[in-house]
């Protein structure tokens, strides 16, 4: 049996070297690690819980605070760097170390063999594995954690989903939330909500539970999940009362996916509440009865998977959308006065300057219409754990350049992507993707 834990830290690191995630980073407080702490603090109220965010702290900060006997890192493949560096100065100071988050739940075993520092990795839903790790439960009955046995052997345990319906609702006390809402509104004094909220309704994706999902999709959870309209509205209440929330994001993969969910959500919903909504939409889904319940819930803006402008590449990025969706989900919200966010990604396999052509054309189109407000143009970058990553280890020099590894640079992995599976140049992409964020005023990049 292992001692008791009298403190846990759950960490976010830093981004090394961004800051064009704009509209998302720096505003919203991790979402996964908020829901780990519920957790954590209602199970076990004598530890201490503590959340070191790095959209609000450097990274020199979070190692200097590090103390707790036993310290979670959420990672993604933009992070992992600076998760590493957090992991190492926290083995030092003497803390099981468990690594979570995109990133670890695609690469355990990479991780495992290369990194001796690291104790534990758990793979998708964190709650109740970081629960039963922390109440020192043996190793080999804790679901979704991949661990070293007595004899240095890497065993990988039954992964399996959360109930979402048996969570409690998230707490937020345990950051500061005024930090998030303070530094939004010093880069977006204009826009009309003023504190924004992520929250999640559903979790997974049937597109990608069905099909493999699209090449560039890096996104982890398995199966599709649905939160009830009811807690969902209770947890919007919770934040309208406790935090003069005014924008809720919805990070639900495709919000729009069930139209029996949509409905049950309009019709449960309390009629004093009225935040607004930023929704992830397909275009495929947006139908007129979608999109009149989209408007009656005051969703604000939709984020819309547009991918490309050029039919070919489209299908070739198995998205499973086509340009007449595209055209006429974008003509439906702006019928129904409905921001719209389009995102493309650059790079899909088969790319060539005539298809970048056709992609800026569609962003043009897009950005001229009266609902036009951001938009997202990502370079595609090879995720650890999407398709576009498995194509990359078919090749036989990839693999051997790539395979076992853990820790990647994100430019040399699109390139190489580039090399092997577009007909344009990295540099003719870059270029694409610089004419088309000057289309709006709110153009982001992921990279
Ligand atoms: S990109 Fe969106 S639609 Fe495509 S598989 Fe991922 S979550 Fe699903």
């Known amino acids: 049996m292992r001692p008791l834990t009298k403190k846990i830290q759950l960490v976010n690191p830093p981004i090394p070297g961004f800051s064009s995630l704009e509209l998302v980073k720096n505003y919203f407080a991790p979402l996964g690690l908020l829901s780990i702490a519920t957790c954590l603090s209602s199970k076990m109220p004598s530890v201490e819980v503590e959340i070191l965010d790095g959209s609000i702290l450097t990274l ?12 979670g890192i959420s990672t ?14 926290a083995k030092k100071k003497g803390a099981k170390v468990v690594l979570g988050g995109v990133h670890a739940s695609f690469l355990p075993v990479n991780i495992l063999r290369n990194r001796e520092y690291l ?68 880069d977006y004094p204009n826009l009309p909500y003023k504190k924004p909220i992520a929250i999640y309704s559903q979790k997974g994706c049937p597109w990608r539970d069905k099909t493999g999902g699209c090449v560039f999709c890096g996104r982890m959870d398995k199966g599709f999940r649905m939160r009830s309209p ?46 607004l909504f930023m929704v992830f939409a397909r275009a495929d889904e947006l139908d007129e009865e979608r999109v ?64 970048l052509k056709n992609t800026y054309s569609l962003a043009k ?55 092997y599976f577009c007909h344009a140049d990295f540099a003719c992409l870059k270029e694409y993707q610089e004419k088309m964020l000057r289309l709006v005023p709110h153009g982001t990049r992921l990279i």
């Open 365 to 419: 189109f897009l950005s001229s219409l009266k609902n036009a407000e951001a938009l997202t143009v990502s370079v595609l970058i090879p995720f650890p754990g999407s398709k576009a990553f498995a194509f990359m280890l078919r090749m036989p020099k990839l693999a051997e350049k790539y395979l076992g590894r853990d820790l990647f640079d994100l430019e040399e992995l699109q390139k190489d992507w580039v090399r």
């Open 60 to 71: 020199g900060e979070i190692k200097r605070r590090l103390e707790a006997e036993i310290v």
């Open 76 to 89: 993604n493949s933009f992070n992992y760097p600076s998760a590493l560096k957090i992991a190492q100065t």
């Open 292 to 355: 009149k319940i989209l408007k009656e819930i005051n969703c604000y803006r939709v984020i819309l998977g547009v991918e490309s402008g050029d039919e070919n590449v489209l299908k070739r990025s198995q998205k499973g959308t086509t340009l007449q969706q595209i055209l006429s989900s974008a003509k439906l919200l702006e019928e129904f006065r409905i921001n719209t966010w389009p995102s493309f990604v650059l790079g899909l396999p088969g790319e060539s300057e005539k298809s």
């Open 119 to 186: 104790d534990a990795i758990v793979v998708g839903d964190g709650e109740e594995s970081m629960v039963d790790y922390v109440q020192g439960k043996p190793f080999s009955e804790i679901k979704n954690l991949v661990y070293r046995d007595e004899e240095k052997k890497i065993r990988m345990n039954e992964v399996a989903n959360v109930d979402l319906s048996k969570l409690p609702v998230i707490e937020r006390k345990f950051l500061d939330q005024s930090l998030y809402f303070e530094a939004f509104q010093k």
């Open 230 to 275: 009811k807690q969902v509205w209770e947890e919007i209440e919770y934040l309208v009362k406790s935090y003069e929330v005014d924008l809720v994001w919805d990070v639900a993969d495709c919000f729009t996916t069930s139209k029996d969910w949509l409905s049950a959500f309009l019709a449960s919903k309390p009629k004093h509440l009225n935040p």
